[in-house]
Nanobody
């Protein structure tokens, strides 16, 4: 499947953004989904996951500040980001979540989030 991410931008520390991800196929009912991010010079890291039955897990660095959700009927994945920090600056991607039986799909272009005063 393919993903198209949107919603990124430049925001001041403490601000909020809501990222959206449109999936080209209805894989949200098959696989757990996730948001990842990659900062300049760093490896891509897992930020948040949501299972097909809506259980969520977050990286420690974003727990309590970010919220992942899905709309299966519309093939959408969202990431609500609050209390943003400069260290959240990265390109954000959605894809299937890692795990047994999971198949990582082709990566989309991502959406840039920049947190700066």
């Amino acid at each position: 499947g393919q993903f198209v991410e949107s919603g990124g931008g430049v925001v001041q520390p403490g601000g909020s953004l809501r990222l959206s991800c449109a999936a080209s196929e209805n894989i949200l009912s098959i696989y757990a989904m996730a948001w990842y991010r990659q900062a300049p010079g760093k490896q891509r890291e897992l930020v948040a996951t949501i299972t097909t039955d809506y259980r969520t897990v977050y990286a420690g660095s974003v727990n309590g500040r970010f919220a992942i959700s899905t709309e299966k009927a519309n093939k959408m994945v969202y990431l609500q980001m609050d209390s943003l920090k400069p260290e959240d600056t990265a390109v954000y991607y959605c894809n299937t979540a890692p795990g047994p039986g999971a198949i990582i799909q082709d990566w989309g272009q991502g959406t840039q989030v920049t947190v700066s005063s």
